[in-house]
């Protein structure tokens, strides 16, 4: 399955609560909870190249499965981490005690981040 497109950001859940446990300040949160951010993502094999833009802000993030990279997360801190493929439509990552989990299905990309007893979840739509 390739994963190349762009999706842009649907519907939300859990949003505030995630952002404030990760330590966002409180204004880049009423900022950022009302915008419907886009994510642009080139496939080639097992190499991803992922272009996150929410208002001003972009994330360039790139890696290839199973290979040590280096993620830049929502706060801007980069992290070092693994990404995996689980199944034939689900990367799968842990960065600093959160794990992402991004699911494809069809049109439809579903992220989810749980830290801890929080669980955010955007839903995003090939555009």
């Keep these: 399955m390739n994963f190349s497109g762009k999706y842009q950001v649907h519907s939300q859940?859990?949003?505030e609560a995630f952002m404030k446990a990760i330590g966002l300040?409180?204004?880049l949160i009423q900022k950022g909870k009302d915008i419907?951010?886009?994510s642009e993502i080139v496939q080639n094999g097992k190499h991803f190249k992922l272009t996150i833009t929410t208002g001003s802000k972009v994330i360039h993030n790139e890696f290839t499965l199973g290979e040590e990279c280096e993620l830049e997360n929502l706060t801007g801190e980069k992290i070092k981490t693994v990404v995996h493929m689980e199944g034939d439509n689900k990367?799968?990552?842990n960065l600093k005690g959160i794990k992402a989990v991004t699911e494809?299905?069809?049109d439809t990309v579903i992220s989810t981040?749980?830290?801890g007893d929080i669980v955010f979840k955007r839903i995003s739509k090939r555009i």
């Design 13 to 15: 859940e859990n949003f």
């Design 25 to 27: 300040p409180d204004e």
């Design 36 to 38: 419907k951010g886009v």
């Design 91 to 93: 990367l799968v990552t």
């Design 104 to 106: 494809f299905n069809g």
């Design 113 to 115: 981040m749980t830290l």
